[in-house]
């Protein structure tokens, strides 16, 4: 299985920061690299697949970069509702397997 | 699209149970479907999938054996039966839907999730 590691594992921000985390994969996956945000006691809610596309609906203070194993997720500029955390998934070979999660958190 | 779950609950180690996903708001007979769990504090992990018409399936090494997928088209609806459950079987239980860009690559990704159904296996 593919293992995808995410730093840092939490951070602590302010509003207006801009944020970066990273996402690493035990392999190269190419461009199969999908981001998740997940607020407490809710659904994941896809943010950016294919390592770059904005999934429709996202604002575009969000944005994803990176292939072969290092990717990389932004925060232009942090606003209150983007305190979750978020998650990496690769697709490029069964079983999808997620990172670990970053909590993002008000500093 | 709403992807609703339902079915989760306490139950003993060794017993079994059986999680629903009632789809609505697109052709769900269109579209390859997911079960992805998170235990407690803990990450996602997924867990299972099938296609669109139920042709092929794939499990976690973690369920395999113990689980079973299985989708009823007519009725817009997943299912996924669990047995033998074990205390790490513990978690909230998603279905999620599956799309797919074709370039760069044929790229998937889990774009619809349900709201989840908690499964606690506990003595």
């Known amino acids: 299985d593919i293992q995808m590691t995410q730093s840092p594992s939490s951070l602590s921000a302010s509003v207006g920061d801009r944020v970066t985390i990273t996402c690493r994969a035990s392999q190269s996956i190419a461009s199969f690299l999908n981001w998740y945000q997940q607020k407490p006691g809710k659904a994941p809610k896809l943010l950016i697949y294919?390592?770059?596309s904005l999934e429709s609906g996202v604002p575009s203070r969000f944005s994803g970069s990176g292939s072969g194993t290092d990717f990389t997720l932004t925060i232009s500029s942090l606003q209150p509702e983007d305190f979750a955390a978020y998650s990496c998934?690769?697709?490029?070979?069964?079983?999808?397997?997620f990172g670990q999660g970053t909590k993002l958190e008000i500093k | 699209v709403d992807l609703v779950e339902s079915g989760g609950g306490l139950v003993k180690p060794g017993g079994s149970l059986r999680l629903s996903c009632a789809a609505s708001g697109f052709t769900f007979s269109s579209y390859k479907m997911n079960w992805v769990r998170q235990a407690p504090g803990k990450g996602l992990e997924w867990v299972a999938s099938i296609t669109s018409r139920g042709n092929y399936i794939y499990y976690a090494d973690s369920v395999k054996g113990r689980f079973t997928i299985s989708r009823d088209n007519a009725k817009n609806s997943l299912y996924l039966q669990m047995n033998s459950l074990r205390a790490e079987d513990t978690a909230v239980y998603y279905c999620a839907r599956e799309d797919f860009v074709v370039e760069p690559d044929t790229i998937r990704y889990f774009d619809y999730w349900g709201q989840g159904t908690l499964v606690t296996v506990s003595s």
């Open positions: 998934q690769q697709t490029y070979s069964t079983p999808p397997t």
């Open positions: 294919a390592a770059s």
